[in-house]
């Protein structure tokens, strides 16, 4: 009989024996799948840009990943990439935090129509403000504009009514929205297009209330649309760019990483069929001394992402003999080089709306 509660725990309880004295591409966090996907399961993805990694796997090992909004057949693949199509499940681009998710699921249902949908370049062409680049250079006329935003939100509405697992990795707390209607930004005025405007624009950090009750209401308006939707949430492991708190980057990280971690968490107890997955303890987590960023300390590995996809392919889809994904052991830490971390970046061709936040200027060059 034990004499105390941890007498008898497993041995994923303990530091030790889960993680410190296990080879480094043994270590996993992943006590058991709160339900299981099938190759015929239509897996969709959205969120941040670590999300499009779960996509490029699912596609290598012969999975359902479902895209409702697909480029015309005969477009070249590096264009209909170039033009965000089959980045995410449908052509809506990062979608940082859980308000955008909100307003998106409601704007597909025509529940709610932003006052500023539409931003114009100073050459006449037009710009989505919730999609600022996902068209390159914008579109050429408004006529354009609205029939791509038209077709778009009817793809997300047939996106949701037949999805069976959304795959939904949260990014960020910080965000821009108009004071106008409360309309979320991916991307502050400004930066992709647009002008920024105190007046009508303003910042704000959402809470862990904040996100928690946006996923819920997330959740709850997909179920009413598809009862068997199951939800897999996941919290990015890229630190954040830039912040606009006024204080360190690195704090505002941690704050953002910590709330949206406990957000996840209680969503994921909040509702059936709603699981959390690890993405970002495996590749922030301290047993792998930083081997899963390059030198710019913030671009994930594709070592960390196999890690990440290793896992997340063998607890929920059963797939235990994933050669692509098998991490080789390797030194205790080691650090890629320059051109190294360019030809992961290649590899992975993430389109990341964050990275125009630090964009040099005319006068940085």
């Known amino acids: 009989m034990a004499q105390h509660p941890y007498e008898d725990a497993p041995a994923y309880a303990f530091w030790r024996r ?10 996993d966090p992943v006590i058991r799948a709160e339900f299981a996907i099938s190759k015929t399961d239509r897996v969709a993805t959205a969120g941040s840009c670590f999300a499009q990694n779960i996509s490029r796997y699912l596609q ?5 990943f479902y895209v409702a ?5 005969i477009v070249s693949r590096q264009l209909a990439h170039q033009y965000n199509y089959g980045t995410f499940s449908a052509r809506y681009g990062n979608i940082y935090t859980a308000r955008q998710l909100v307003q998106l699921l409601k704007r597909a249902d025509d529940e709610f129509r932003p006052e500023e949908d539409i931003w114009e370049t100073e050459d006449g062409r037009f710009i989505d403000p919730f999609r600022p680049q996902i068209q390159p250079d914008g579109f050429s006329t408004r006529t354009e504009y609205s029939a791509d935003r038209a077709t778009h939100l009817a793809k997300v509405r047939g996106l949701i009514e037949q999805l069976d697992v959304l795959v939904f990795t949260l990014g960020l707390t910080e965000c821009w929205r108009s004071r106008a209607d409360g309309a979320v930004f991916p991307l502050c005025p400004g930066v992709a297009g647009g002008t920024f405007d105190p007046a009508r624009h303003e910042f704000i950090n959402f809470g862990v209330d904040e996100i928690a009750g946006d996923l819920l209401e997330s959740i709850d308006w997909i179920r009413k649309r598809n009862t068997k939707a199951k939800i897999i949430l996941t919290v990015s492991p890229v630190p954040l760019i830039a912040t606009a708190e006024n204080r360190h980057v690195l704090v505002s990280t941690a704050y953002s990483k910590s709330v949206l971690r406990v957000a996840a968490e209680m969503v994921s107890t909040a509702r059936p069929a709603v699981a959390y997955f690890p993405s970002y303890e ?33 607890h929920y889809m059963g797939a235990t003999d994933i050669a692509s994904v098998t991490i080789a052991p390797g030194p205790e830490h080691q650090r890629v080089s320059n051109t190294e971390t360019a030809e992961m970046a290649a590899l992975v061709e993430l389109n990341c709306d964050e990275e125009a936040l630090d964009r040099p200027t005319i006068a940085q060059r």
């Open 18 to 27: 889960s993680v410190a004295d296990m080879p480094l591409h043994e270590v």
């Open 69 to 73: 909004e697909k480029a015309h057949p």
């Open 282 to 314: 495996i590749v922030a987590g301290s047993f792998n001394k930083g081997r899963y960023f390059a030198n710019d300390l913030r671009s994930v590995t594709e070592e960390g992402v196999s890690h990440v996809m290793r896992l997340f392919l063998k």
């Open 60 to 64: 290598q090992q012969g999975f359902n």
